[in-house]
C-alpha cells in the first residue's frame, strides 16, 4: 500500500510516522511526507527520527525495523511524486481554501481511485469536497494525539459503498479504528474538546484559577491530564479558534460558542512554563466550582452529539475515553453521576450562560442504553456479534461477557434471526482481561470467575440456533476459548491461535483444558496447552480447530457455513462432550521456562478431567484455576505480564507446596507493599 500525508507541521510527521510503523508490521508500504516547505519537511522527518531512536533505545524496536520502516519514509515537496499512492492523507493548515486548492491539485495528479482523506479537526467534508471531481473518494479522517499511537479516527463517508469499504479497510490497515460521525463542523470530539477547552479558558480569563489550578483539578476529577496541557501538547490554542467560529456560525451555533479573546492572546505559546510551574494548590471550594462548570460543559456537548445522532453513543463513549484520554467514556461518566445530578449541573451552568443548550436527553434525564463492548448487526438472518474493545485487542472482560449473554437472550428469541456469527474487531479475540485477572484476591473468587465464564460459554454450545466464530487475528487464550464453545470456526490466513496461559503463571479456566483436546486430540491439545506454543491458520484448519481451509473473508464464509447448515448440507454442532480415552502417561514434553508447579496443576485437570464428561471437566479446570491462584506463580506471571508484556519470558519459582506457596505469596505481597 502506498500512502502519503500532506502537510509537516504538528501532527503530519506524526501520522506518517504511524502509517510507515502499521505497514512494517503489515508486510510493507512506502510512506511519503509531503509539504510546500523544506524546512518543514527537514523538522519533521527530525521528529520522525527521534522517534525511531526512542524505540530502538527502550527495546520496543529493533534496530533492523527502524532502519527498515526510515527507508520506507520519503519527503517531497513535489507533489506529482504522489502519482502511485492509494491513499493521501491531507494534513496541512487547518483553512478551507488551502484545503480546497490541495484537493484541486491532487486530483490533478492522483489515479482516480486513490482515496483522498482530509484530516481536518472541523471543517465539515461537504465544504472542502464541494468542486471535487471526484468527491466519492474523498473523506474526512480525523486523527488524534499522540497521532503515530492513538487508535481512533473520526471518519465521515462519502455516500459510494465501494470507496467506504475501501476507506474502513485501509484505515485498519494503517492501524486506525475508523469512528463514524456526521458531517457536522468539528464532528463528535472536538465539539466536545474545544467547548472543553473554551470553559476552561473562559475560567482563566475571568481570574478564577489559573491554568496549573485548572489542570489539576480538572485531571483529579476526570483524568485526561487536564485542558491546558493537552493544549500545549497539541499547539492547539489557534486551532481551537477556528473550530469554535465553526460551531458559532453553525445552524447549531450561538454567542455561547465564541472563542475566548485569551486563546488569541496567548497564540500558540504554552500555557504552562517547564522551568516555571504554577502553583496547582487550590481550596476545595475552588475545586467543586471548576470541576461542576467544567462537568456542565463535558456532559451537555456529550449529550448533544447523542441527540443529533452524530455518534453511535457506543462509539461517542469509546471515543472520549481513547481519543480524548479522560479515565472513563463520558457516558461512563453520567451513568457514575447519575442523570439527576448531571441534569443539575447542565441546567445551573445553562441558567448562567445563554446560549448554552440543554438538549431533550438531558432535559428528560435520559441516558442511552447500549452495550460498552458489544457490536450486533442483524442481516440476513444472521446475527453478528462483533466484540469491539480494540484497545486490548478485544479482550474479553466481565463486562463484554454480560453483554455477550444479553445479545444471545436477545437473537434466541428474535425469529429473523437463523443463526450467530461471533467475531472481533479486525478478527482477533486476545483473551481474558488480564487486569481482572491479576486483581482475583483468593482461590473462591479465581473459581467463580471460571464458573461464570463457563455459563456463558455453555449457553453458547447450547444454543439452539448455529453459531459460528469467524477470526483472523491473534485469537489466544480466553478468546480462543469462547471461539471453542461455538459449533464452527472459520478462519483467515492471519490467524495466530493459541493458549499461552502457562506464560502468566495460570491454566486454561473458561474451558480450554477441557475443549481443546476433545478438539484437535489429546497430544496435540496438551502440547499447546502445557508450552503455549501458538500456531497459524494452515495448521489450526489441518488439526480440525477450525473449518475448512483458510478464508480470505472469514466472516463471509461464516454466514456461508450457516447457510449450509440450515440447508442440510453440514451439519454444525459444539465440541462433544464424551469423556476421552487416555494413555496412561501424557507424552513427554519440553515446557521451557515455564513453571513446574502450574505444569502440575495443568497435567492434573488433564489428566481426571479429559476422562470425564464435559460438565464434570469444566468443574475440574475451575478448581484447578483456582488451586493455580494459590501458587507464587499465578503473581509472578501476572505481575511480569503487566509489566513486560508479553515478550519477556517470567521467572517462575517453580513452588507447588500450597502452603509455602501461600507464604511465598504472602512474601511477595509485602516485597510489593515494600517497593
Ligand atoms: N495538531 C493537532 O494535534 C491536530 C489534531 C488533529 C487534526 N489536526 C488537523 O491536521 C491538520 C494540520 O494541523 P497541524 O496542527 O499539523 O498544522 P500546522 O499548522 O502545524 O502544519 C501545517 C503544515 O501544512 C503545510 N502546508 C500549508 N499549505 C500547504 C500546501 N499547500 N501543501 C503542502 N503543505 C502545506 C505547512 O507548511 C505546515 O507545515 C489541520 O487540518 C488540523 O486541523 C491537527
Known sequence: MRVAVIGSGSIGPDLAYGFASALAKAGGGGVQLHDIREEALRAGMERIRSYLAKGVSRGKLSLRAAHGIEASLRPT??????????????????????????????????????????????????????????PERCFVNHPFYPAWRSLPMEVVLSGDARFETRMLESLARLGKVPIITADVPCFAADDIFCNYCAEAARIVAEGLATPAQVDAIVNAAIGGG???????????????????????????????????????????TPWHD???PGNPEHEAALAEAVRERILAVLLGRTFFVVDKGICHPRELNWLTQNALGFAQGLLDLAENLGMTRVQAICAKY????????????????????????????????????RIRRPEVMNALNERTMAEIAEALDAAETDETVKGIVLTGFGGALAGADIMELAALETAAAARDKCLSGHRVLDRLAAFAKPVVAALDGPVLGGGAEIAMACHARVVGPHLLLGQPEVNLGIIPGYGGTQRLPR???????????????????????????????????????????????????????????????????????????HSLAIDAVLVDVLRKG?????????????DGFARCRGLVDYDIGMKNFIQNGPRVPAVFMHES???????????????????
Open 519 to 593: 478438539l484437535i486430540g489429546v497430544e496435540r491439545g496438551c502440547a499447546l496447552l502445557r508450552t503455549g506454543r501458538p500456531i497459524g491458520a494452515e495448521e489450526a484448519c489441518a488439526w480440525g480447530w477450525a473449518s475448512g481451509g483458510p478464508a480470505a473473508d472469514p466472516l463471509a464464509a461464516a454466514r456461508t457455513l450457516i447457510g449450509r447448515h440450515l440447508a442440510g448440507e453440514v451439519n454444525l454442532a459444539p465440541v462433544s462432550p464424551a469423556p476421552l480415552t487416555l494413555p496412561a502417561t501424557l507424552p513427554a514434553l519440553e515446557i521451557g521456562h
Open 77 to 134: 515537496t513535489v507533489l506529482a511524486e504522489l502519482a502511485e499512492c492509494d491513499y493521501v492523507l491531507e494534513a496541512a493548515t487547518e483553512d478551507l481554501a488551502i484545503k480546497q486548492k490541495i484537493l484541486a491539485d491532487l486530483e490533478r495528479v492522483l489515479r482516480p481511485d486513490c482515496l483522498i482523506g482530509f484530516a481536518t479537526s472541523g471543517i465539515p467534508r461537504a465544504l472542502i469536497a464541494a468542486r471535487a471531481a471526484h
Open 226 to 268: 487536564g485542558p491546558f496541557n493537552v493544549m500545549d501538547l497539541t499547539r492547539g490554542n489557534l486551532l481551537n479558534v477556528k473550530c469554535l467560529n465553526l460551531m458559532r456560525d453553525a445552524p447549531s451555533g450561538s454567542a455561547w460558542f465564541a472563542p475566548p479573546a485569551i486563546f488569541s492572546q496567548q497564540g500558540n
Open 350 to 385: 445553562a441558567e448562567a450562560h445563554p446560549g448554552f443548550e440543554l438538549t431533550a436527553s438531558v432535559r428528560d434525564g435520559r441516558l442511552p442504553r447500549f452495550p460498552r463492548h458489544l457490536e450486533v448487526e442483524i442481516a440476513g438472518g444472521i446475527a453478528v456479534l
Open 610 to 622: 479429559l476422562t470425564r464428561p464435559l460438565p464434570e471437566g469444566l468443574r475440574i479446570e475451575a
Open 657 to 675: 507446596h500450597p502452603e509455602r506457596a501461600a507464604g511465598a505469596g504472602r512474601l511477595h505481597a509485602r516485597m510489593r507493599r515494600r517497593r
Open 274 to 276: 517547564p522551568e516555571r
